[in-house]
């Protein structure tokens, strides 16, 4: 290929990469919106009727609104998480094991064990089981 020509599988790829991008940005939007929208609501309510001060269970009213916009910060790291297809991937063969009743499904654990004996180090390789 001459360089500068159009590549139309990593145009695809590059334009579906931003609609995931767009698809998540919305969905923490909404969530911001959603969760601090009470608490602003409230906070306009008691600047033009200050009596709403002194309607019966108001302390309980505003708890909940303050709570459930301080609770925002809590959710974006499950959003970026569930948004991200490995992750997603990941999670269906772990849970995999308890929904089907093919039984568990085997996956592969890149990781390196470590073994410490009497000063000894043992390095062993943990694969596919």
Not at 55 to 66: A, E, L, R, V
């Amino acid at each position: 290929r001459t360089p500068g020509t159009a590549q139309l599988e990593r145009d695809i790829t590059v334009m579906n990469n931003k609609k995931k991008v767009i698809k998540m940005l919305m969905v923490v939007v909404a969530l911001f919106t959603l969760a601090w929208l009470p608490l602003q609501v409230y906070d306009v309510l008691n600047q033009i009727f200050v009596e709403i001060n002194y309607y019966p269970y108001i302390n309980i009213i505003w708890f909940c609104c303050h709570w459930l916009a301080m609770s925002n910060s809590c959710y974006n790291p499950f959003i970026y998480l569930l948004c991200n297809e490995k992750f997603k991937k990941e999670l269906r063969l772990k849970l995999s094991c308890c929904f089907s009743h093919q039984g568990p499904r085997q996956s592969v654990d890149y990781t390196n064990t470590m073994l410490c004996r009497n000063g000894q180090t043992i390095c062993r390789r943990t694969g596919r089981s």
